[in-house]
């Protein structure tokens, strides 16, 4: 069983920053891929199925980033430090359309990464609110 417990969370303004922070329990942390996805309250059911929770950013267990989606590119940055289980997100730039509540996932087999089914492990989320 993995744990992972996010924070950094909170309430900024638009073009602010802010780094989230996922610690992960056990010893297997360097063989997971893990992903950032992101969901806005309420919104769930103008979703198509299997896409409420919107891809934000992904690392492989070799560091190895995903292409990050349209809408975070150039703003967003995906790391991770094995030594200290935890895998950040660096959020730069921000816009109102960024709030959300921010979850990170382990994944711990290969695959993809940039949809949510197939990650095994979730964090209970952060919010992130930016207002305008």
């Known amino acids: 069983q993995v744990q992972l417990v996010e924070s950094g969370g909170g309430l900024v303004q638009a073009g602010d920053s802010l780094r989230l922070s996922c610690a992960a329990s056990?010893?297997?942390?360097?063989?997971?891929?893990m992903g950032w996805f992101r969901q806005v309250p309420g919104k769930e059911r103008d979703a198509e199925p299997g896409?409420?929770?919107?891809?934000?950013?992904?690392?492989?267990?070799?560091?190895?980033?995903?292409p990050y989606p349209n809408s975070v590119k150039g703003r967003f940055t995906i790391s991770r430090d094995n030594a200290k289980n935890t895998v950040y997100l660096q959020m730069n730039s921000l816009k109102p359309e960024d709030t959300a509540v921010y979850y990170c996932?382990?994944?711990?087999?290969?695959?993809?990464?940039?949809?949510?089914?197939?990650?095994?492990?979730w964090g209970q989320g952060t919010q992130v609110t930016v207002s305008s």
């Open positions: 996932a382990a994944k711990t087999g290969p695959g993809v990464l940039t949809t949510p089914q197939f990650y095994d492990y």
């Open positions: 056990g010893r297997s942390f360097s063989s997971y891929g």
């Open positions: 896409k409420e929770r919107e891809f934000v950013a992904a690392i492989t267990r070799d560091g190895g980033i995903i």
